[in-house]
């Protein structure tokens, strides 16, 4: 127990500086960051999908997965405009490749679902952390940085205090049967650790660098909300290992697993604090000091 929540708390202190770097860079260093971590995470997506006798079209899905964190960062710099039909008419390469390149034997619609659910389950969701960053209601390296670390906050929040109320208290499972190791306890710790977490950060990080915070019953209804679903994200990611047979989506973290393990909580809670933070945020403008 110690070694492994040893070697959580190190893998956080390693990868949020990186994270936080590339946030406070912004720009074509934040698109390089989310392109990375899609790539990776639709290989490994489309990797168990054939442990399940599925074979997307990787050499469509995998690029595609590359290019949608840049289309943003052009999008949001008045470069060109992607249109919706443009999605539509994506899919419809992904049908014309399935028809040349598959089967009827080979599963073509299992195949056609799994490479487009692969791209919008990674870039399409991790796309809107360069949306967060780049929010309206804030200006500036730190203040972009500040509101899109906060998420991730709320989802490391979520997995820690989950982990420690698990291991104290044990109890009741969860989902036995898509994640044997969590229990109730753990949920409620974890949803608990979060709201305290909220404050802290609306407080002493939100506050003095974006100038912007939550009312109280907000902090506490984006706290929960994150951390419900952020738990979300990991029992889903969990349930597509238990379909596949693995442990790991991939080794690409040693004894850590893959970017679907590290990041399936962020998958679900980046698109929902999109669509939160304008309702809950206030501006609280400092004034000089």
């Keep these: 127990m110690q070694r492994q929540f040893i070697m959580r708390v190190l893998t956080g202190l390693v990868g949020a500086p990186l994270v936080v770097m590339a946030a406070w860079l912004g720009g074509l260093w934040w698109a390089v960051l989310l392109a990375v971590l899609s790539g990776i995470g639709v290989w490994e997506f489309y990797r168990m999908a054939r442990v399940d006798g599925i074979n997307p079209i990787s050499w469509i899905g995998i690029p595609s997965a590359v290019i949608v964190p840049f289309l943003v960062h052009g999008m949001f710099n008045d470069w060109f405009y ?3 039909s443009a999605a539509v008419v994506g899919m419809l390469v992904v049908f014309t490749a399935l028809l040349l390149t598959r089967s009827t034997g080979e599963k073509p619609l299992a195949s056609a679902g799994v490479t487009v659910l692969g791209v919008l389950y990674t870039a399409g969701t991790l796309s809107f952390a360069y949306a967060i960053r780049y929010h309206p209601y804030v200006i500036g390296a730190a203040a972009g940085s500040a509101l899109v670390v906060l998420p991730v906050w709320m989802a490391w929040s979520t ?19 898509v994640s044997p190791g969590k229990t109730i306890a753990g949920s409620i ?13 609306c407080e002493y990080v939100l506050k003095p660098l974006a100038e912007v915070t939550m009312t109280a019953s907000g902090t506490i209804v984006f706290a929960v909300l994150m951390s419900l679903v952020a738990q979300v994200g990991d029992l889903f990611e969990s349930l597509l290992k238990r379909e596949a047979g693995v442990k790991d989506s991939s080794g690409v973290f040693p004894g850590h697993g893959g970017v679907l393990d590290r990041l399936d909580s962020m998958f679900f809670v980046m698109p929902v604090a999109y669509l939160m933070l304008p309702w809950l945020l206030v501006s609280v403008p400092m004034g000089p000091q």
């Excluded at 820690?160 to 208290?169: D, N, S, V």
């Excluded at 109890?171 to 049967?177: D, E, N, R, Y």
């Excluded at 710790?189 to 950060?201: K, P, Q, S």
């Design 82 to 84: 992607v249109p919706v």
């Design 189 to 201: 710790g974890g949803l608990l650790i979060t709201i305290g977490m909220a404050f802290g950060y």
């Design 159 to 177: 997995d820690t205090g989950a982990y420690l109320f698990g291991r104290i208290f044990g109890g009741a499972k969860l989902m036995p049967s």
